[in-house]
């Protein structure tokens, strides 16, 4: 382990030589200590060690620019003496290496007051450190686990919590206190380039995978950091895009995820996001880290910025952003000048650090936790495997045509595997949410692995094309990740092997990441020529000789499916799932699982469909705003209230088996309403069926209101063929509460509200109504 170099300020030197007892962290109340402790000390605590480095310059038009640290600041620098001395020698200590290499960042170490840094590091695929260190022998791969829409699409609070709880455990082995996870931006359009880090367009499902999510890590000791708090919806000019929008869309979607996480589960510590909410930077944003998030809510940790978000270190802390990661040299002139010319009161400063240090108290890191940076790789493998299979979405499955088991030459299956993305998976999207892992499995090794037999003269040829793409492209690095283009199929090359095989698997992927949004353009969002090309070959060439086709879909959001929906027989949406994604699939594809997610985005028949559309990523042809002109109507509450067709509705996936619902109850249990609902297995193989309730509120004058809202959900165990389960799906009555913005506050509308039970947005299966006077 290296030991980070640790340069005492003067100040520093100069109080111990004068104090016989200096007040520890851990040892005595915080209060003494912070009392202890110089107006520089403190700012060095609230601000992280990376002091040197100067802010990315993708700043939304309109910010201003900041300077690389300027000449003028180091000459002042340089002439600082006592304390102002310490406050350079602080600076020094930005080249002090990280306890744990390639976690994000840490705090300054203050020793005279006992204080140890303690460690962030990325989130939410799994814990992102650096695999081999230069000075260190071992190594220290991370399981990457499924992405955060993976999970969400599971709909499967239970197993989240078993991945998030072998996740944790990866965080606390390798020594670092707090996972900078979960992410729960709503995806308000298919286009944000981070959606496969955040779990839904719906803040219910978010909120609750969210708790579970937390509930997971923190299980095992160490902390997670929510993020990112607010409104921060796409990845176009991240740092400073005014997202304009009511108070009610505010509260009611982009807030919701994030109060329900909040009071669920209690998260140590929330990262505030760069965007601008209502012309304020989210970071220095006093009405949502202050007002809504502690008065409101009664959150007790503390925030940090995102790393770099910076206008002024002094408004940060005045708002309520306690922690600025990973910190710059501005961040402490503000904070100390502010202190001193009398506009930042010491006393915010105060309890930013206080909030900080009760946090650091619970840290595995203060309690001297000897970690083994050997955790249990292989078990956490299983655990991915399975995870994955959850969160797959079977979206058309004509004639049975999965799983492969039921083809006529069951024990002898041979595949026709296409797509250069069956040879090399993506199993996870790149930025900050990539998570360094020792290897990952392709489909092809799956299927082999699960006894199925490819046609090798295809498999070769495409993994010769697939290794040779690989290798003309830079090695993965956080913003890139390889990916092997599409290979041009010739007809003979496709006939050649279809005669071989007994059934066509075709994998389609698209990579998207941190710091950039995707687009609605060929290759992105919508087909590749090639693409098309290939996937209309093969149908028609498979179909022609009676042979079916399945489409895959290897990406952590959607493409535009509407125009090929037709041409194969089956279409899986496998996400972006972890290291062990081609076992995970092959465990789908051929029946040892059956698919039991469902979507937790709507798939619109065109993207322009989507009422985000006109204002994503800015509004007026000016980048440095968004309007959120749709309100409330953000995905399926849109398309339900206007009645708009789509693809595949919120909430919808298949199984290999049928399912009815049967005797819904509605029981009013003090302030809350408790629904009950039976589900049967009416098909032939075991399978999982999650129900959901909608909820459709009285109509208001002035309101916008959706014609159903997510209110639960449920998911059932495993159920053989005949079984049965009740579900429970409990509302409480503040969950039937509106955004009221004439009073600024929650209500509940009188009136019938109906209480919908579903198998997806479209697909009502029972409903009851309630009056609420
Ligand atoms: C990302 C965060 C991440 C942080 C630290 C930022 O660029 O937006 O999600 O946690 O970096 O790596």
Sequence with gaps: MRTPLLILPLATMLATSCTTKTPQLGTDPIDDVIAAMTLEEKAAFVVGTERMKVTPPDRAPGMPVREPFSDELKAKLAQCKDSAEAYDMMIATSLVQGKVAGSAGQHYALPR???????????????????????????????????????????????????????????????????????????????????????????????????????????????????????????????????????????????????????EADPWTIMSSYNKVNGTLASENHHLLTEILRDDWGFGGFVMTDWWAEENGARQIAAGNDLQMPGTVRQLDDIINGVKDGSLDEKLLD????????????????????????????????????????????????????????????????????????????????????????????????????????????????????????????????????????????????????????????????????????????????????????????????????????????????IDLAPVVDLPDAILHAWMGGQEMGNSLADVLTGKVNPSGKLPMTWAMKYSDYSSAKNFPESDGDASYARYEEDVMVGYRHFTTQGIKVLYPFGYGLSYTTFEYDDMQVKKQGDAYEVTVTIKNTGNVAGREVAQLYVGKPKAEGYLMPAQELKAFAKTSLLQPGESQQLTLTIKREDLSTWIEDNNEWGILSGEYRLMVAANANDVKAEKTITIK
């Excluded at 950091?225 to 997202?243: M, P």
């Excluded at 059934?503 to 389609?508: E, G, K, R, S, Y």
């Excluded at 149908?539 to 009676?546: D, F, L």
């Design 113 to 263: 007051l006992g204080i140890e840094p303690i460690v962030y590091a990325d989130g939410p695929a799994g814990l992102r450190i650096d695999p081999v260190r230069k000075d260190e022998p071992g190594e220290f791969y991370c399981t990457a686990f499924p992405v955060g829409a993976t999970l969400a699409a599971s709909w499967d609070v239970d197993l989240v919590k078993e991945v998030t709880t072998a996740m944790g455990n990866e965080v606390l082995e390798y020594g670092a206190d707090v996972l900078l996870a979960p992410a729960i931006n709503i995806h308000r359009t298919p286009l944000c380039g981070r959606n496969f880090e955040y779990y839904s367009e719906d803040p219910v499902l978010a909120g609750k995978i969210a708790s579970a999510y937390i509930q997971g890590i923190q299980s095992n000791g160490v902390g997670v950091s929510l993020k990112h708090f607010a409104v921060n919806n796409q990845e176009t000019c991240r740092n400073g895009v005014d997202a304009r929008l009511s108070e009610r869309a505010l509260r009611e979607i982009y807030l919701k995820g994030f109060e329900i996480a909040v009071k």
């Design 351 to 558: 309890e930013s650090v206080r909030r900080i240090m009760k946090v650091m108290l619970r840290c595995p890191t203060y309690h001297h936790y000897a970690y083994s940076n050997q955790p249990d790789l292989e078990a956490h493998a299983k655990v991915t495997r399975q995870a994955a299979t959850d969160g797959m979405v079977l979206l058309k499955n004509d004639a049975k045509t999965l799983p492969l088991k039921s083809q006529p030459s069951t024990l002898n299956i041979k595949v026709a595997l296409f797509g250069t993305a069956s040879y090399d998976l993506l199993v996870g999207g790149s930025g900050s949410g990539n998570v360094n892992r020792n290897y990952k499995v392709s489909l092809d090794e799956g299927l082999k692995n699960a006894g199925v037999q490819l046609d090798e003269t295809l498999a070769k040829t495409y993994s010769d094309y697939t290794d040779a793409e690989l290798a003309k492209q830079p090695k993965e690095n956080f913003w890139t990740i390889p990916v092997a283009p599409e290979m041009p199929l010739s007809k003979q090359q496709v006939k050649a092997a279809l005669a071989q095989s007994d059934i066509a698997i075709m994998t389609l992927s698209r990579m998207a990441g941190e710091g950039g949004d995707r687009k609605e353009v060929k290759g992105d969002y919508l087909l590749s020529d090639l693409e098309l090309a290939n996937l209309r070959l093969v149908c028609s060439e498979a179909h022609a000789v009676g042979k079916k086709v399945v489409l895959i879909l290897n990406m952590g959001n959607i």
